[in-house]
Every structure is written in C-alpha cells, then in structure tokens.
C-alpha cells in the first residue's frame, strides 16, 4: 500500500501562483511514477501531469502545458506541482496518484490521495 497526502491547495487571484505537495509512505516511493489530476464541480477527474519514476520524464494536460510544473524528491518521498499564472478554470480539487508508468497514468493509477482545494478567484 502506498499513503498519499496532498497539501498546499487554497485561495488565490487569477494570475497567482500555488505549490501543490504530496507526501507518500508505504512502499518505497521511487518504484511508481507520480501524477496530479483535478476534478472541478460538476465535471470528471481529469489528467493534469505526471512524472516517471527517475523525474527524468513528464508529461501534461494541454490546458497546463508551459504554466504547471511537476517534479518529484525521492529522497523526501514527496512530489510538487507548481502551477503559475493560474485561472478562474484552474479551480478543482487536486489529487495526488501513484501509478506504475508515467505514460499509461492518465488511465490507470494504482493510488490516490485523498485531495487537495484549489481556487482560483477572478
């Protein structure tokens, strides 16, 4: 079993920027690539980011693409999403997961946090 918890989520301005963090304990943390996924109100839980088992490869949603960064320290267990120059559409529930290949994550996780807010305001 692999334990997730995202932290970080809150309120911020159109144009902010907020650090998303997931903290994981269980099994050894560098064995399973690392994502992020958002479900805003009324919509479906949608792919935003993920990155391999090494850091050394990631992918992204189109809508994130050049302003979310993810990245991951293996050594603290714990994988970041940065998301700069957030909008009012950015505004979700954000979840942790853990999944073993980063290409395949945005259809299949073997693990979930438990999801962090996020909103953004106009």
């Known amino acids: 079993q692999v334990q997730l918890v995202e932290s970080g989520g809150g309120l911020v301005q159109a144009g902010g920027s907020l650090r998303l963090s997931c903290a994981a304990s269980?099994?050894?943390?560098?064995?399973?690539?690392m994502g992020w996924f958002r479900q805003a109100p009324g919509k479906e839980r949608e792919f935003v980011a993920a990155?391999?088992?090494?850091?050394?490869?990631?992918y992204y949603a189109d809508s994130v693409k050049g302003r979310f960064t993810i990245s991951r320290d293996n050594a603290k267990n714990t994988v970041y999403l940065q998301m700069n120059s957030l909008k009012p559409e950015d505004t979700a529930i954000y979840y942790c997961?853990?999944?073993?290949?980063?290409?395949?994550?945005?259809?299949?996780?073997?693990?979930w946090g438990q999801g962090t807010q996020v909103t953004v305001s106009s």
């Open positions: 269980g099994r050894t943390f560098s064995n399973y690539a």
């Open positions: 997961a853990a999944a073993m290949s980063a290409a395949t994550m945005r259809y299949r996780c073997d693990y």
């Open positions: 990155i391999s088992r090494s850091g050394g490869t990631t």
